[in-house]
């Protein structure tokens, strides 16, 4: 039995986030304004078989597959968003299920620290990140979810909300982990739209 961890539909790639993502991604690389789709499935190779099926049926590009024991995921996008939908829409046809049967969203931790010091934001550029960095005197949002896939819904819907700096997104394990940064006003409407994104993610 399959079971159907994240299913988020992304119509459009913010920049920060579709940069982002290139810069993690191991196949074909999304760009801004692609429509994209995350699915996490558990056991973790069924995620093979998924794959096989929306390359086979739709135009999708495949940038992400990450195979673990537990949970399997994939990234397909397309230019197309009807290519996209498509190919959610096969994927749930085989494995017998309905996109209100995905895992609930569990925000673990929720939390904006405002002014940051330089020690503490020369320590987070120090870290492994494939994003910005943050400066001295900015606010830092940071947001963790179970399952791990909802942050990036998480991500883009904060982009669009307000004029943020992507620092972190970590979309795979057990939990998914979001950190953004920016002026403090922008990042209470960022960390607004994040939460709310993922207690209503989207789907197709």
């Known amino acids: 039995m399959i079971n159907l961890r994240t299913y988020v539909y992304i119509d459009s790639l913010q920049p920060q986030l ?15 304004g692609d429509a994209c789709l995350w699915v996490e499935v558990s056991p973790g ?21 990450v195979v673990e024991r537990a949970y399997g995921s994939m990234v ?53 990140r494939r994003g910005s960095m943050i400066l001295p005197g900015q606010s830092m949002f940071i947001l963790e979810t179970e399952p ?10 904060a982009e669009k909300a ?20 920016g002026r403090e006003g922008d990042v209470d409407e960022a960390a607004a739209a994040a939460i709310a994104a993922v207690q209503n993610p989207s789907g197709t």
Request: include cysteine; charge should be positive.
């Open 45 to 65: 190779m069924a995620i093979h078989r998924l794959t096989d099926i929306a390359l086979k049926t739709t135009r999708v590009h495949l940038a992400q597959q």
């Open 148 to 157: 791990a896939g909802y942050v990036v819904y998480a991500a883009n819907q």
């Open 162 to 181: 307000a004029n943020i700096t992507l620092i972190d997104v970590r979309a795979v394990g057990a939990f998914g982990r979001l950190i953004l940064s």
């Open 18 to 32: 579709a940069t982002y993502m290139a810069t993690v991604s191991q196949g074909f690389l999304p760009v801004p």
């Open 76 to 128: 397909v996008h397309h230019r197309d968003q009807s290519d996209v939908r498509e190919a959610g829409r096969v994927l749930l046809a085989n494995i017998g299920a309905r996109q209100e049967q995905r895992e609930k969203c569990r925000i673990a931790w929720h939390e904006i620290i405002r002014g940051m010091t330089p020690d503490h934001t020369v320590l987070i550029n120090r870290q492994d």
